[in-house]
């Protein structure tokens, strides 16, 4: 039995329509910059992004650590969110493989940084101190709960990095949830900053690749940096064709998971010892918690689900991550709402 997985967004597998695609694509050696299948979802993704160019890479982790790699020399520093995806999910990547080191700032709960965290974090021109060379946001924001952050507040930390040289970098894994939330487009999200990164892999239900967008002279250096990263592609036409799908036809969709995901966290909202987080879900996710008088762990209650054919993610001990996408439809909800009720029911006397 398929169980109704909602532990991630990542979980989406090709629609009939991309693998369609995949098996048709026009293909050619990408490194040599040949293939047009590749071409083509390169200039739509600079086009969607506002950007001259952009590339495609295997994964956001590598999206994240090129273009990090390629605004900042060894010894320079990143700063970044504590409970950024760059900073707590991409194993250390610029530090270990770039020799960037990282200021980590607290995440309010919408997401972002305080702009005088910022100001104060900024290092003056001193030889014993490493150069501040880069801001790193996130949106949406996964671990803040799939929060969006305005373009206003993107405007100001990239106003702010400007007056002081510094570059700015997006990781826009979600970008398009955080722009179809906001009615906006993605462009305008992406507009104040030097790098953006998405993923197609996500929500978009590619299979696979994210892309980096940027200047032109940017993306040449990222491109050298994909190489060096070992994610130079050759028929990666074959990947590229179902995320040009992704685009053409999945952005506009996601309107339907945000509401799927507050219908779920309706259904949820008095079962026993489960308490939603404030504002959730904001996108596609919503984060619960189990109350202190609940006597187990958001583990047992998922093995319980699991065996219901629900898996949801167990992220903290007490704290779930439930990630609405393409594949949950009305009844999905529905049946997922049952189990956790009967699940909590029964665990809790
Ligand atoms: C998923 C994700 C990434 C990177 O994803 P990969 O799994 O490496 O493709 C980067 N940032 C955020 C916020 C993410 O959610």
Redesign the pocket.
Known sequence: MKTIDLR?D?VTEPTPAMREAMARAEVGDDVYGEDPSVNHLQAMAAEMMGKEAALFV???????LASILAHCQRGDEVIVGDK???FL??AGGISALGGIHSCQLPNQPDGTIAIEHLHAAIRPKDIHQPPTRLIAL?N????CGGVVLSPEYCWQVAEFAKEQGILTHL?G??IFNAAVSLGISAKELAEPFDSV?F?L??ALCAPV??LICGSQPFIERVRRVRKQLGGGMRQAGVLAAAGIVALETMVDRLAEDHARAKRLAEKLNSAPHLILEPGSPATNMIFAQLDSGCPVTTKKVCEALKERGVQVGAIEPHRFRIVVHYWIDDNAVDVAANAFWEVLKELSH
């Open positions: 991630s990542t295997p994964s956001g982790t590598m999206g994240n950024a995806h760059t999910y991409e996130e949406t924001h996964n671990r990781d894994a979600r990164t993923c892999s996500k690749g994210s």
